[in-house]
C-alpha cells in the first residue's frame, strides 16, 4: 500500500502478513486523510497518533516504551543486517564506507535521511562494534548457533545478545 508520511515523504509499503494487511486495508478504508485512524465512542472519526500508541504500549507492558522504541530496535536489527551483507558481498571495503552503505539503506528502509538514522534509530554501539571488527565475532557465533529459540528472529537475538555484552 502507498501513502504519504511525516513531512509529506511518500512511502509504498508492502505487506506479507495478511491479517495485517486486511486490517490496513480497514483502515484505509476509513474517508479521510490519516491512514491510521479510529471511530470513537462518539462516532467521530479520529486519528491514531503517537500518544495513542505510547498510552497502549505503557498500559499493555506496564514500561515505559514508545513507538520511537520500535522504530529504533527496527532501524538497529536492520543495521546489523545490512552491515553483515556488506561483509559477505565486499569484505575489502572500508569500514566508513560500509557504514554509510548500510546506514543509507536502513534510512531508505525507515523512510528516513542517513542522518536522521544514524542520529536516532541505529544505536551507536553496533557501529563501534563494526569499525573494532568485534561485529565478526557477534556474526559467527550467530551464523554456529540458528537455533530457532521464539518469535525473535535470528538478528534480533544477535542484537540483544551484542547490547546486552557490552
Known amino acids: 500500500f502507498s501513502f504519504v508520511g511525516k513531512k509529506g515523504v511518500p512511502h509504498d509499503v508492502t505487506i506479507h502478513d495478511q491479517k495485517l494487511a486486511r486490517l490496513v486495508r480497514k483502515c484505509k478504508d476509513i474517508p479521510g486523510q490519516h491512514l491510521f485512524q479510529f471511530y470513537g465512542p462518539d462516532g467521530q472519526r479520529h486519528p491514531l497518533e503517537s500518544g495513542h500508541v505510547n498510552d ?4 499493555h507492558t506496564g514500561l515505559a516504551l514508545s513507538a520511537k522504541d520500535f522504530r529504533t530496535w527496527g532501524g538497529t536489527v536492520k543495521m546489523v543486517s545490512c552491515l553483515e551483507a556488506v561483509l559477505h558481498q565486499e569484505p575489502e571495503l572500508a569500514p566508513e564506507k560500509a557504514i554509510r ?3 543509507k539503506e536502513v534510512a531508505t528502509n525507515l523512510g ?3 542522518t536522521v538514522c544514524s542520529k536516532y534509530y541505529i544505536h551507536p554501539q553496533v557501529v563501534e562494534l563494526f569499525k573494532s571488527g ?3 565475532e557477534y556474526l559467527r557465533r550467530h551464523d554456529a ?8 528472529s535470528p538478528t534480533e537475538h544477535l542484537v540483544l545478545e551484542m547490547l546486552a555484552e557490552v
Request: glycine letters at 0%; zero cysteines; aromatic letters at 4%.
Open 145 to 152: 548457533d540458528p537455533a530457532d529459540r521464539d518469535e525473535l
Open 134 to 136: 568485534r561485529l565478526i
Open 56 to 59: 497502549y504500549l505503557h498500559q
Open 101 to 103: 552503505q548500510a546506514v
Open 112 to 114: 528516513n535521511t542517513p
